[in-house]
């Protein structure tokens, strides 16, 4: 604002020198959160010895002014992931719907759409699209792999994922009666998915779940009962260091993973000089929250194990849009829990829906969008490395990158505020 337009040039003055100290403070703020994933050298004291607990302001508080905390970024930010050497953007893009819900030139549009926008990094796995079937299983990697073809792989990251223990999926092997993640099946996977995708490496392979029982999807609690036996750790970062060495895979990491399995992988690591995990692929939203924030921040930490988080579900499959609690059933009969009968069920809950609407209901309140509101929650989390978005539209996929790229952010404190209020009505509702 020039002189000629303040009602009078003191005041202006004025206003001018106090936007300079809120934009100070703005960018202190912004240089916390992003040690947290980039600078495993800084003392981050007991930050994380009370995240449950704590209330936002351990990360957001500062009053910085409305001016100043509701900037908004024209272009998209980027985090080192882990102590790897991968500078990925705020946004990975999730693929498992190619070749279900998306055809192949909706797949290349969707892709190509991203990477114009400033995306570097996508993800994939053996067993997409989903859910998975024998009869499309693999497709979505030939997708990007056509998609590839005609841009510089240098500066794709991409992302892949090895299945986990598995009795139903054996289809993803030549001859198997049940899906491990030892040394030949980690071979095969990855021999099989370099071929869909036309590359000679992966940037980073994760493993999709564990080998050993461990609670998935929606399960919330340990069951003793259930355990089994596991391929070690170090048998898998065994296998794992044939493929780097080999120079088919650069980086690794876990997925749907615990704080034991994480300190285990890690542990492994470093007293048999084997390859990190650099990664954590796990859920992760205003709905889902108490799996990560009560130990993993802790364990991921850059100062502990240095693994960066990459959020699955931070719309919760869509729920977190609204859609499915919206009284036009035009609007969600083609999305995917509609399409899919007891798919991500969870997500669609009683009581997860009653907290959806609530949320919604938060977002009105503060002139946001649901989308704005639960991606900048996820953003703006000081442990998330880049936040999986998925999206069968163009509509939908520009909604959704405008979250990183147009909205303001970060999240104000009162909207902070407001969510933990929310959270402590409904904690984790997926698990009613």
């Not at 449950?52 to 080192?80: D, F, L, N, V």
């Not at 139903?168 to 030892?182: E, G, I, Y």
């Not at 296998?239 to 895979?249: M, N, R, T, Y």
Request: charged letters at 25%; hydrophobic letters at 35%.
């Amino acid at each position: 604002m020039s002189h000629a337009q303040c009602a009078g040039a003191p005041r202006c003055r004025m206003l001018n020198v106090q936007d300079r100290i809120l934009q100070r403070n703005f960018s202190m703020q912004q240089m916390a959160v992003s040690a947290f994933t980039a600078n495993p050298s800084s003392s981050h004291g007991n930050t994380l010895s009370g995240l449950c607990s704590r209330r936002p302001e351990i990360w957001h508080r500062r009053r910085i002014g409305s001016r100043i905390r509701a900037q908004a970024q024209s272009q998209m930010q980027y985090r080192k992931l882990g102590d790897s050497d991968l500078v990925v953007s705020e946004v990975t893009l999730g693929t498992m719907t190619f070749g279900e819900q998306n055809t192949e030139k909706e797949a290349h549009d969707i892709l190509s759409y991203s990477f114009d926008q400033g995306v570097n990094i996508l993800d994939t796995a053996e067993m997409y699209p989903v859910p998975p079937r024998k009869e499309t299983q693999g497709r979505t990697d030939l997708y990007i792999g056509s998609w590839m073809q005609s841009k510089p792989r240098d500066k794709i990251i991409l992302a892949t994922k090895v299945s986990g223990y598995s009795e139903r999926s054996t289809f993803l092997r030549d001859n198997a009666k049940v899906v491990r993640v030892d040394a030949a099946n980690i071979k095969e996977s990855v021999e099989k998915s370099l071929s869909r995708l036309s590359t000679d490496y992966i940037d980073l392979l994760q493993i999709h779940w564990p080998d050993r029982y461990v609670p998935l999807f929606g399960e919330y609690c340990y069951n003793p009962t259930k355990w089994r036996p596991s391929v070690p750790f170090e048998e898998q970062l065994k296998a794992f260091q044939e493929l780097i060495d080999e120079g088919k895979v650069r980086y690794i990491g876990v997925s749907n993973e615990t704080s034991y399995g994480v300190m285990e992988f890690v542990h492994a690591a470093k007293v048999q000089g084997l390859p990190k995990i650099v990664s954590i692929q796990n859920s992760y939203s205003l709905i889902v929250r108490c799996h990560f924030e009560v130990d993993l921040v802790e364990v991921c930490h850059p100062n502990n194990c240095n693994v960066g988080l990459l959020a699955y579900s931070p719309l919760a499959g869509g729920v977190l849009t609204g859609k499915y609690i919206d009284t036009n059933p035009d609007i969600s009969k083609k999305s995917r829990l509609n399409l899919f009968p007891g798919y991500m069920e969870r997500y669609n809950a009683s009581l997860a829906k009653e907290a959806t609407n609530e949320y919604v209901k938060l977002a009105k309140k503060h002139g946001l969008t649901p989308v704005q509101l639960a991606l900048g929650f996820v953003r703006d989390r000081p442990f998330t490395a880049s936040t999986i978005i998925g999206a069968t539209t163009m509509d939908q996929l520009k909604e959704n990158i405008d979250a990183f790229t147009s909205a303001p952010r970060p999240l104000a404190p009162e909207v902070l505020d407001d969510i933990e209020s929310l959270f402590k009505r409904y904690r984790d509702p997926t698990l009613s």
